[in-house]
């Protein structure tokens, strides 16, 4: 089975800084998809970024862009030019990629401070 | 464009009583899913639906039942709440005809039982 792990349950950064959030995950397919999303004080699960695995580009979405690697089941998420909207709860999520499956597995989250 | 939109927003239950969780999509999307989020465990699947029509467990389903009344709407009901059903609900959907579609959540439901 699929396992999302985000071993920063906690991290913070300086306005304007730059931060890299950590997800590794286990899989043993070769297709499949993987998100970062977002998660306010308002509750609201907001998608950041998604990156296909048969991509070798790494995805990017203004300041947010992620590094995939791969072969080390990495999917880590660079947010440059940090400012105080970014504090959130930042989940990364996997899912398998053929029509017909439905489950997205979930990391436990990390929270991110920005500092002014 | 309300998008996923859940209702209530907030929720007390005594043990015991039962309630359902509403929820509707206008994004013509096929399937929906029911999450939970508990402190440091991320979003648990309880349950989903691939298309109208269809349900299917997911990770924790003991406890809960979902009809999926029609395309727009999936609802969650708890017979009997328990305290360990305690958390934050949600709701989301997907166009699943689209390989690399997201899952477009609702604000969520907190759910406290006493």
């Known amino acids: 089975a699929q396992t999302v792990t985000q071993s920063q349950p906690e991290m913070s950064v300086q306005e304007a800084e730059t931060v890299t959030l950590s997800c590794t995950y286990d899989t043993s397919e070769s297709d499949y998809y993987l998100f970062w999303y977002k998660q306010p004080p308002s509750r609201q699960m907001i998608l950041v970024i998604r990156q296909e695995a048969y991509k070798q580009q790494n995805a990017t979405e203004n300041r947010f862009s992620v590094n995939f690697q791969k072969a080390a089941k990495s999917f880590s998420l660079k947010i440059s030019d940090s400012q105080l909207g970014d504090a959130a709860m930042y989940f990364c999520a996997y899912r398998s990629a053929p029509l017909g499956t439905y489950k997205y597995i979930f990391g436990t989250g990390t929270r991110l401070k920005v500092l002014a | ?114």
Request: aromatic share 10%; glycine share 8%; with cysteine.
């Open chain 2, 1 to 114: 464009n309300a998008g996923v939109t859940q209702t209530p927003k907030f929720q007390v239950l005594k043990t015991g009583q039962s309630m359902t969780l509403q929820c509707a999509q206008d994004m013509n999307h096929n399937s929906m899913y029911w999450y939970r989020q508990d402190p440091g465990m991320g979003l648990r699947l309880i349950y989903y639906s691939a298309s109208e029509g269809t349900t299917d467990k997911g990770e924790v389903p003991n406890g809960y039942n979902v009809s999926r009344l029609n395309k727009r709407e999936f609802s969650l009901r708890l017979e009997s709440a328990a305290p360990s059903q305690t958390s934050v609900y949600f709701c989301a959907s997907r166009d699943s005809d689209r390989v690399n579609s997201p899952l477009h959540f609702g604000n969520g439901t907190r759910l406290t039982v006493t």
